[in-house]
C-alpha cells in the first residue's frame, strides 16, 4: 500500500495545501465512475506542475494526468499513484490572439472570448471539459477542430522541461495528438481567433447548444462520444458516425447493471445510477461486438481508461 504520509512529509506548506488524499475519482469524472486516487494534485501554476511530476518519477508512483474528466472512465477500485490536475485557469486577449490557461473551462472559454470581441470557438460550444483537454484530444464537432486555432503552447514535458511549442509539434490527428500519447503536460495555450461577427457567433453559439441538448444526456452522467466515428469513405465525403451504425444493431437497448446506452444517442453511455466501471465496460464491448458481427467494423474508443493497476489506457484500446 502507498506510504503517502512519508511521501509528503518532505513538501513545502503550498504544495501540501493543494494535495487531495484518497480523492475519489467519481466526484472528478463526467460519468460519475471511479474510485479513490491515492494522491490528487492541483497545480495552479507551471513550477507546482513540474515539482509534483519530480514527486511521481522520484516515488516511481503511477501518474496521470487528469483534465475536465468527461472523457475518461476511471476503475471501480481507485487509482494507486498521482494524478495531476492543471488548474492553471488565467485569461487575458490582444488583438484577435488569446492567452489561457490549460485548466480553464472549455466552454467558459469560449463565453469569455465572445465577450472580449473575438469568435471562432462558438461552434464547440456546449463540449465540456478544459481547454487542455480539448486540445490534448483536438476536440472538435461540426466539421471544425481546436487544432485550427493553436498558435503556441507552453508544456512540462517529461524530462521536467518547460517548453514553447507550435501546432506543428503537436501531431494533431482526429481526436488525438502525439504529445498527449508522450505524456506532455499542457499549462497554456495561445489562440488564434477572429475580431468582431459577436452578434452572429452568439446566434450560432446558441443553436450549437440546442443543437447539442437534443442529441445529448443533459440530466444523466455521461463522457460523451464513446466510439470515434469512421474514416470518410471516400475524398470529400464526410466521416461516418459511428452513432449510425450502433443505431443499426439496436444499441439503444443494450444495458449492463445501471449503466446504459442512452437512448437519444447510440454513441453514448450513461451512468443511470450506480453504474460500475466493470458493467460500462462490458456493455462498451458488447456495442462493439455487435457492430463488428453486423457490419465487420471495427470500433475505436475514443473515451480513456484509468486502470487500478496505474495502468492508462488511451483511444483504440478496450481493456
Given amino acids: 500500500m502507498l506510504n503517502t504520509e512519508k511521501i509528503l512529509s518532505g513538501l513545502s506548506d503550498d504544495l501540501n495545501l493543494l494535495i487531495h488524499r484518497q480523492a475519489p475519482l467519481r466526484d472528478r469524472t463526467t460519468l460519475q465512475i471511479g474510485g479513490p486516487a491515492a494522491l490528487l494534485c492541483e497545480a495552479r501554476n507551471a513550477d507546482q506542475a513540474r515539482r509534483f511530476q519530480e514527486i511521481a518519477h522520484q516515488h516511481e508512483l503511477p501518474?496521470?494526468?487528469?483534465?475536465g474528466g468527461s472523457n475518461l472512465l476511471a476503475a471501480d477500485e481507485g487509482f494507486p499513484g498521482l494524478v495531476l490536475r492543471v488548474a492553471t485557469n488565467g485569461f487575458t486577449t490582444s488583438g484577435n490572439t488569446l492567452v489561457a490557461g490549460a485548466g480553464l473551462d472549455f466552454d467558459q472559454l469560449i463565453q469569455r472570448s465572445l465577450a472580449a470581441g473575438l469568435s471562432g470557438l462558438e461552434f464547440a460550444s456546449g463540449i465540456p471539459g478544459t481547454l487542455g483537454g480539448a486540445i490534448m484530444g483536438n476536440a472538435g464537432c461540426y466539421g471544425h477542430e481546436i487544432s485550427e486555432f493553436l498558435l503556441e503552447a507552453i508544456t512540462l514535458s517529461p524530462d521536467g522541461n518547460i517548453r514553447r511549442r507550435g501546432p506543428e509539434e503537436f501531431g494533431f490527428g482526429y481526436r488525438a495528438t502525439a504529445l498527449r500519447e508522450s505524456g506532455e503536460i499542457l499549462l497554456q495555450a495561445t489562440l488564434g481567433l477572429r475580431i468582431g461577427g459577436i452578434e452572429q457567433a452568439i446566434s450560432t453559439r446558441e443553436e450549437k447548444i440546442l443543437d447539442r441538448h437534443s442529441k445529448h444526456p443533459n440530466n444523466l452522467p455521461s463522457a460523451g462520444s464513446w466510439f470515434r466515428n469512421l474514416p470518410a469513405p471516400g475524398p470529400g465525403q464526410h466521416r461516418v458516425a459511428a452513432g449510425s451504425l450502433l443505431e443499426k444493431v439496436g444499441a439503444k437497448e443494450m444495458s449492463e447493471g445501471d449503466a446504459q446506452v442512452f437512448s437519444g444517442h447510440a454513441n453514448m453511455i450513461v451512468n443511470t445510477g450506480e453504474a460500475t466501471c466493470a458493467q460500462v465496460k462490458m456493455l462498451a464491448r458488447r456495442m462493439k461486438k455487435?457492430?463488428?458481427?453486423?457490419?465487420?467494423?471495427?470500433?475505436?474508443q475514443e473515451v480513456r481508461y484509468l486502470e487500478a493497476t496505474g495502468e492508462a489506457a488511451g483511444p483504440g484500446s478496450l481493456p
Wanted: no cysteine; charged share 20%; aromatic share 18%.
Fill in 63 to 67: 501518474f496521470f494526468i487528469l483534465g
Fill in 290 to 300: 455487435a457492430v463488428a458481427e453486423k457490419f465487420q467494423v471495427d470500433l475505436i
